[in-house]
């Protein structure tokens, strides 16, 4: 039974923008830290966007600050991952996540998850490409 639910991946070329989008179903996410992960074979899953319960604190990894934004929609029970100037680099497998009562910068610390006792959870991913 999926929880999260990415949607929004695709095809773009370097400089263009994208917008994804992640639904909760079966839980608020109005309780949780959020956030947004990629991947790239071989390489560890890295937090690049991430925001605290309170919606009062945003965390940025330095490859995406200026660049994307991440924010919430308590009503619609959904997260959002604006990408703009986008660059191959981003290319990548795209995660959104949310952590019970976690910080921002938690949430986008992979390690730090084990010092919190809530529950957690993840979507199943979606693919970003940037291409010419």
């Known amino acids: 039974q999926l929880q999260l639910v990415e949607s929004g991946g695709g095809l773009v070329q370097p400089g263009g923008s994208l917008r994804l989008s992640c639904a909760a179903t079966r839980f608020s996410l109005a309780d949780y830290g959020i956030g947004w992960f990629r991947q790239v074979p071989g390489k560890e899953r890295e937090g690049v966007a991430c925001?605290?319960?309170?919606?009062?604190?945003?965390y940025y990894s330095e490859s995406v600050k200026g660049r994307f934004t991440i924010s919430r929609d308590n009503a619609e029970n959904r997260m959002y991952l604006q990408m703009n100037s986008l660059k191959p680099e981003d290319t990548a497998l795209y995660y959104c996540?949310?952590?019970?009562?976690?910080?921002?910068?938690?949430?986008?610390?992979?390690?730090?998850?084990?010092?919190?006792?809530?529950?957690?959870?993840w979507g199943q991913g979606t693919q970003v490409t940037v291409s010419s």
């Open positions: 925001m605290d319960s309170n919606d009062d604190d945003t």
């Open positions: 996540a949310a952590l019970e009562g976690a910080t921002s910068q938690d949430t986008c610390y992979l390690p730090s998850w084990g010092d919190y006792y809530g529950r957690d959870y």
